[in-house]
């Protein structure tokens, strides 16, 4: 059983994925996509958004890393896959489930899942277009605004030759209001043979295993479920393997943050690494009452050389 870090645009950077991939648990990583609209990107575009090209396409600690492509139109979407594969990536993944207003106005993310038809066109092209042992995978919701319709998508992808999918249990209406709607999950798997992977609403281990007893999926990809707690994959791991569940608690989930902002300084800039840790600090409060209490504290400070003195002292 694999377990995948979900593509979260605006969250799981390099810096996000090395910090998480060195705890462990983690088998298969995906980048934040990148938007191809009617041109070639340069190398350096695929580089930046993927700094893991230049390493094998793994993270620092081996956890291999797709790139994820989005955009409406097969072509240019098939020759930037082509870039990316002769770049090293060690595989393409598309994303027809991005459900914000921004990508989906400009025929982006689950926008495409309105046409069956087109979503066929876009991974058979993309597939047709890159080396057969790259894999070419896919990512969609349960549909646009009728989940009857991930069967027909399913089938479409299959039929297209992408290697395996991944379903986000909502449809893009459903936004990320809960429950996740597993139960689509088994009726996909009637209906196509390639490899399903579930996604949506796994928020510590006992979540992990009411999916798996719903769905019955060899894989599952854990999204935000990380951001409140960084330790999720290990836990479930543990569990799988019969070990001692290690406890998640503030003491350690802070520790990772000092080194997540100088790396996101060296990323970026050191106000993106305010910007970003904050956003890590305040998905870790959602589950954690201390955390809520530092976050509070510290959400207030804009200038990094008072927020890393205060994120030093509040992580000694």
Not at 243 to 263: D, G, H, I, T, Y
Not at 271 to 282: G, I, L, P
Request: glycine residues 6%; aromatic residues 10%; charged residues 25%.
């Amino acid at each position: 059983m694999k377990l995948f870090l979900a593509p979260m645009e605006g969250v799981v950077d390099w810096v996000m994925r090395d910090t998480l991939t060195r705890i462990g648990g983690i088998d298969q990583c995906v980048t934040e996509f990148l938007r191809v609209t009617d041109r070639l990107h340069p190398e350096m575009v695929f580089y930046k958004n993927c700094p893991e090209l230049k390493t094998g396409s793994r993270t620092r600690w081996g956890t291999p890393v797709f790139v994820q492509l989005l955009g409406g139109q097969a072509e240019p979407l098939a020759i930037n896959a082509q870039r990316a594969a002769k770049l090293g990536a060690l595989g393409i993944d598309l994303n027809f489930g991005c459900p914000a207003k921004t990508v989906n106005r400009h025929d982006g993310g689950a926008s495409l899942l309105k046409s069956c038809d087109r979503v066929h066109t876009i991974v058979k092209t993309v597939r047709d277009a890159v080396p057969a042992h790259v894999p070419v995978t896919a990512k969609i919701r349960l549909g646009f605004d009728d989940p009857t319709k991930c069967i027909e998508i399913a089938q479409a992808v299959e039929e297209a030759g992408a290697t395996w999918l991944t379903v986000h249990c909502r449809t893009k209406t459903d936004g990320y209001k809960p429950p996740a709607y597993w139960e689509w999950i088994p009726r996909i798997k009637e209906n196509v043979k390639m490899k399903i992977i579930a996604n949506g609403e796994i928020w510590n281990v006992a979540d992990f295993y009411r999916c798996v007893e719903v769905t019955q999926c060899e894989d599952y990809m854990v999204g935000r479920g990380v951001m409140s707690n960084p330790y999720i994959f290990r836990q479930i791991k543990q569990s799988l393997h019969d070990q001692e569940v290690e406890e998640m608690n503030w003491a350690r989930a802070k520790a990772l943050l000092p080194q997540f902002f100088e790396s996101s300084t060296l990323y970026i800039n050191d106000y993106f690494a305010v910007s970003r840790t904050k956003q890590w600090m305040k998905a870790l409060s959602l589950k954690n009452q201390e955390a809520k209490s530092v976050f509070d504290e510290i959400k207030v400070l804009k200038k990094p050389v008072e927020f890393r003195e205060k994120l030093e002292f509040i992580c000694q």
